[in-house]
């Protein structure tokens, strides 16, 4: 029987336990916040989190900055101790100012400190649900909300500070929890042995001064949807679906690296709406951010008790130039939408084959 824990103090509870427990016991459950922060010119990207994994007992997090060619990554592992309000894990930690508007991010380390506030611009958006299936088993079950909006504060990278001005720097979160694969590799097993085919997703969350957009796009090899979510955030919090999406990608030649890219919307009215996106400087998540086929680290990985590490990435390295189209890669977005200038996140992974743009196998690129 589990013992109560801080978090049992409050009316907060969804299942008939302490919140010690989480109601699955699938090993892969976590909790986890990502953020991205940048300064508009492309000359600075910031991508961090904070995970928690209860069913392999461990907490982590990880702060990457991305200036030039030079990637900058720290990260931060522990034992998950009781589970409570507090959010911290070696030398870094999230602070809950204001829920869903207001949040603080600290992060002490010699090679790379931050030191960052985030007001969200407009309210939360509450994604529909994200589910993958590996043969039967969900390889991923879970729920996530997003938002848009600035940051203020400092980062330091490698002894340079860097000031961060609200009315240059923007950005995008979400906070996502359920199930998805976390911590040391399982054994194939059929459904990993005979593998999907290909993956291809697309996430664009884009704030503008009136308004903001959430667009999800998930399709199997085929092209059949499995998700697919559109919305317009208001400023007095009125949600607009935007219908289904079509999504027009152009790559650079012999690469998936997207260059441009249109999505073809619907207003709530019936009307069309288009949005121009022009990727800018990217952050590969699976380069020492932790995320899915990352070689040096993964997320709930157990490392033992008050492990910290940090590396430099040199992109121009073909070492690890080589793995950069390999996973999921986050893009800083300028867009346009009826005449308004926005910014945000253009997320894109085309893995394998995907027959709505032609690629045939994990080795055809764009012509």
């Given at each position: 029987m589990s013992a109560p824990v801080p978090l049992d103090e409050y009316p907060i509870h969804q299942t008939p336990l302490s919140l010690a427990r989480v109601a699955s016991s699938d090993r892969n459950f976590y909790d986890r916040s990502y953020f991205n922060a940048h300064d508009r010119d492309g000359g600075t990207l910031l991508v961090t989190g904070l995970g928690v994994y209860p069913n392999l007992g461990v907490i982590d997090a990880y702060a990457a900055v991305r200036r030039g060619e030079t990637q900058r990554v720290v990260r931060f592992s522990d034992a998950l101790a009781?589970?409570?309000?507090?959010?911290?894990?070696?030398?870094?930690?999230?602070?809950?100012?204001?829920?869903?508007?207001?949040?603080?991010?600290?992060?002490?380390?010699?090679?790379?400190?931050?030191?960052?506030?985030?007001?969200?611009?407009?309210?939360?958006?509450?994604?529909?649900?994200?589910?993958?299936?590996?043969?039967?088993?969900?390889?991923?079950?879970?729920?996530?909300?997003?938002?848009?909006?600035?940051?203020?504060?400092?980062?330091?990278?490698?002894?340079?500070?860097?000031?961060?001005?609200?009315?240059?720097?923007?950005?995008t979160r979400d906070r996502s929890w359920g199930i998805r694969p976390v911590g040391e590799t399982e054994p194939a097993g059929r459904a990993n042995a005979e593998g999907a085919g290909g993956f291809w997703w697309l996430y664009v969350p884009l704030r503008f001064e009136d308004f903001a957009i959430v667009v999800i796009v998930q399709e199997n090899p085929d092209g059949f949807r499995t998700l697919n979510d559109a919305t317009r955030i208001w400023p007095d919090g009125r949600i607009e679906q935007l219908g289904w999406p079509r999504v027009h990608i152009e790559y650079r030649s012999g690469t998936r690296i997207p260059i441009g890219a249109r999505l073809e919307l619907t207003a709530a009215d019936g009307k069309p709406l288009e949005v121009r996106v022009t990727p800018r400087t990217f952050m590969a998540l699976h380069i020492g951010c932790g995320y899915g086929g990352d070689p040096d680290w993964g997320h709930g990985q157990w490392k033992g008790p008050g492990w910290s590490s940090s590396s430099t990435y040199d992109l121009t390295d073909p070492a690890v130039a080589g793995r950069i189209p390999w996973g999921v890669i986050d893009h800083v977005a300028r867009a346009e939408c009826d005449g308004a200038e926005g910014w945000g996140l253009f997320e894109h992974a085309s893995l394998g084959r995907h027959d709505p743009t032609g690629f045939a196998d994990w080795t055809a690129v764009a012509p």
């Open positions: 009781e589970r409570g309000l507090e959010q911290r894990v070696g030398g870094y930690r999230v602070e809950v100012l204001e829920p869903l508007r207001r949040l603080r991010i600290v992060c002490e380390h010699d090679d790379l400190g931050l030191d960052l506030t985030w007001t969200g611009s407009f309210r939360p958006i509450q994604e529909q649900p994200h589910l993958i299936l590996a043969g039967s088993r969900p390889i991923i079950d879970a729920s996530r909300f997003a938002q848009v909006g600035s940051w203020e504060g400092t980062i330091c990278v490698d002894g340079t500070d860097i000031a961060v001005d609200p009315e240059v720097w923007t950005g």
